[in-house]
Antibody
Framework: EEQLLESGGGLIQPGGSLRLSCAAA????????LSWVRQAPGKGLEWVSG????????YYAGSVKGRFFISRDNSQKKMFLQMNSLRAEDTAVYYC???????????????WGRGTVVIVSS | QSVLTQPPSMSGAPGQRVTISCTGS?????????VHWYQQLPGTATKLLIY???NRPSGVPDRFTGSRSGTSASLAITGLQAEDEADYYC???????????FGGGTQLTVL
């Protein structure tokens, strides 16, 4: 069964850093773009960052640009999100999602993980 | 405030039809970018319901139908069932933000 599994969440103080991981199973990892999507408590979904299948192109929401950095290791079938200068408003469940598109840039997300919780609080 | 606007909540009786709207602008839906729909059930992974405005992935019942017109899109659910009680989100690309955006979500209650 195709799966995505996030890890690395936790409680972190404002201004701190955290690195999330997303591991893939049962699909050809290197041919798929991936994204991170987050959901703050009681709120809706927010796209955070995306990366092309090769890792050569990356994209960021304005709210995280310059603080978050996305990367991937196709040999390990893993994607990462390095989160720096964390703020209280970054508190959320972070999901990784596989991206597909019919034509660029009409990305849609056809496989989602269950998420990892990040809490930014002193 | 989300770039794509959805009604926060809707309800319907079993067997009824409900339509969830997603209103955007000239920088996203109105610019011709595709709209996609997702279902979020508590305790389960988010599920893709509709992609490319009208397409259903394998396994999604034909009770779910997507459409797009102008700066808006809609998700219609016919023959409402108890298991359809969930949160629903639309998603598109926004050229002004140069990024992918979601609607604020609609909580659907089956009465």
């Amino acid at each position: 069964e195709e799966q995505l599994l996030e890890s690395g969440g936790g409680l972190i103080q404002p201004g701190g850093s955290l690195r999330l991981s997303c591991a893939a199973a049962e699909f050809t990892f290197s041919t798929n773009a991936l994204s991170w999507v987050r959901q703050a408590p009681g709120k809706g979904l927010e796209w955070v960052s995306g990366i092309s299948n090769s890792g050569g192109s990356s994209y960021y929401a304005g709210s995280v640009k310059g603080r978050f950095f996305i990367s991937r290791d196709n040999s390990q079938k893993k994607m990462f999100l390095q989160m720096n200068s964390l703020r209280a408003e970054d508190t959320a469940v972070y999901y990784c999602a596989r991206g597909r598109f019919l034509t660029w840039p009409d990305w849609y997300f056809d496989l989602w993980g269950r998420g990892t919780v990040v809490i930014v609080s002193s | 405030q989300s770039v794509l606007t959805q009604p926060p909540s809707m309800s319907g009786a079993p067997g009824q039809r409900v339509t969830i709207s997603c209103t955007g602008s000239s920088s996203n839906i109105g610019a011709g970018f595709d709209v996609h729909w997702y279902q979020q059930l508590p305790g389960t992974a988010t599920k893709l319901l509709i992609y490319g405005n009208t397409n259903r992935p394998s396994g999604v019942p034909d009770r779910f139908t997507g459409s797009r017109s102008g700066t808006s899109a809609s998700l219609a659910i016919t023959g409402l069932q108890a298991e359809d009680e969930a949160d629903y989100y639309c998603q598109s690309f926004d050229s002004t933000l140069s990024g992918w955006v979601f609607g604020g979500g609609t909580q659907l209650t089956v009465l």
